[in-house]
């Protein structure tokens, strides 16, 4: 019995230890951007809310929260401003191969990733893996606090490391969205926001002037 017991220890540290090998390539490749800027163009679709596009400018640091300066309010949720996913890579935590899904065509390998760390902010994180292309083209992440988000990333070309579009699903009511700072110029609609039932979001980003700095 005893025996038996070291066995499966020994196999479960080494199966814990297993890292998918290709978002370890996507994670290398995506460690290697230093910091980027960027300008925002951002929609926002949801049913008891009309605002229109905004703008803004976008820096990010590797290792640090992005920051984003506008002339007004941007609503961008935590996870959408997270292309990297780095926060996903913050703790440690294991993967599980989940075959593979067609979308449009393209072949993609989808992985789990399980945080083994109880400071990790999300229970389960799907990802959706261009192996070819070497970069994540979808995830879906379910967060502790915050509820489930899924965000689809959109890229120009082959070779483009960072996206050019990023839609971010979210469930509303978990995300608090700050309604009394969404500038002058956006219609709420309250009593449609008040209703039962579950209310999703949509925000739609769109990133060009990228300056990239990379090792």
């Known amino acids: 019995m005893i025996r038996f017991l070291l066995l499966f220890l020994c196999a479960s540290s080494l199966y814990a230890q ?74 440690p935590f294991i993967t599980v191969d989940r075959g593979e899904e067609t979308k ?22 799907t990802l959706y893996l261009d192996t070819q292309r070497v970069r994540i083209v979808e995830s879906e992440i379910n967060t502790k606090k915050n509820g489930t988000y899924n965000l689809e990333f959109y890229f120009e070309n082959d070779d483009m490391l960072l996206p050019e579009m990023v839609n971010v699903n979210f469930e509303i009511e978990r995300v608090k969205i700050p309604l009394n700072y969404m500038g002058k110029d956006t219609s709420i609609d309250r009593k449609q926001m008040k209703e039962d039932g579950v209310k999703t979001g949509k925000i739609m980003l769109k990133m060009t002037n990228y300056n990239l700095e990379t090792l």
């Open 18 to 91: 297993e890292i998918d090998a290709d978002l370890l390539a996507i994670k290398s490749r995506m460690d290697a951007v230093e910091a980027f800027t960027a300008d925002i163009e951002l929609n926002v679709d949801v049913s008891f809310i009309n605002m229109p596009t905004k703008h803004a400018k976008m820096k990010y640091v590797k290792g640090k929260r992005a920051e984003f300066e506008s002339d007004d309010f941007v609503m961008i949720p935590k996870r959408g401003l997270d292309f990297s996913l780095q926060q996903l890579f913050e703790y």
């Open 104 to 125: 449009n065509g393209i072949a993609y390998k989808v992985i789990n990733v399980i945080p083994t760390d109880k400071r990790a902010d999300f229970s389960i994180a």
